[in-house]
């Protein structure tokens, strides 16, 4: 019966995180609407893993929209300010230059429209509070106030509809995500996390590749992305 | 001094409101960011006159932005439902078909990544809980949770600046809100509210125009807009 099927936007970039939660939120019987963005990000590789890793996990529809990031600027994702490589947070305070300005934020917003369009009420998202390389916008807080925020400012929150916003990784190491992914059958050879690839290949060397090559290390297994050099 | 301007990001529709929320903030001394949308509405006329208004004003800058809320669709403004014409509200819990789902929670997150980047703290906007129309996003309970998320989910906010969200239209009859701004000069010929226009022409039934028209009615004054017929 099509009302018993509960759907589900998931946010997918195409990485090692957004990847995983997809098949956790598949593996919890939901109809899975997947949304990526293309912002004018230097790592667009990664929507063309996102659209290969929403058809295998065969969801009911991809979208792809465009959000005008780049013309708004001040990130090292999105303009000409360098990715830092081989660098190490100095501190718990300190917010890395490849933070987007309020992009999850975007993201979610975005997500969430279109949640309301599609009559669903759940909304997974792969963000994460232990690897969360210093973006206040993946902190669990951050997340409660979003839906707090959501449920005031949505016709489905008017109507009394629960709007539930799933972070699965929250609280888990990268080394438990990729176990957990593993699990679940997760090809990791189909996901980018890299913040500056060059073609396909990932650096090794920025934040989301040192976290991801750490994170297959201290689970004992070999990353199967492909590198430079 | 460069240091002593405080800047504004302002969200500028082109209508009644916006228009009149500009002159406010340029009134208290801000230096305005004017932000605007292209979101596939049917009102496109809009930005026009949101550009002309602008410049009017003498903002600082005028940015432009995409949104792809023509691709999630569901609401009269952005597919093809039609918008209803001479249809007085039916209750306080009734949302017209020309809410667009989570439209302000996108707009106000654009606003917030453009005030990050440019270092500015404060963010007006034109929403009204009294002609609010029924749209969820216009409650100030609404705003509140808006701006306690921002203040989790932005680097501005994690580092303890504050973020203030200025809705200074929220508590006004559109009939204040008019007289407001024509005690700071405002020529509201220049501004467009109509959500179906013929052309340049305000097609004098929707939601938007009833409101209008009521507002120069209550005010005694005539509406300078052009009406089809």
Known sequence: MKSNVKKAVVLLSGGLDSTTVLAMAGAEGFLCYCLSFRYGQRQEVELARAQRIARHFEAKQHLVLRVD???????ALTSDIAVPKDQPRQS??????TYVPARNIIFLAHALSWAEVLGATDIFLGINAIDYSGYPDC??????????????GTKAGALGKE???HAPLQ?????????RGMELGVDYSMTHSCYDPVGELACGHCDACLLRLQGFREAGLEDPAGYVG
Chains 1, 2 share one sequence.
């Open 92 to 97: 718990e305070d300190d917010i890395p230059s």
């Open 163 to 165: 709007l539930r916003f």
């Open 69 to 75: 990031l780049d013309a708004i600027g001040g990130s």
């Open 171 to 179: 609280h888990l190491s990268k080394r438990e995500i990729i176990l």
């Open 139 to 152: 902190r669990p807080e951050f997340l409660e106030a979003f839906a707090h925020m959501a449920k005031l």
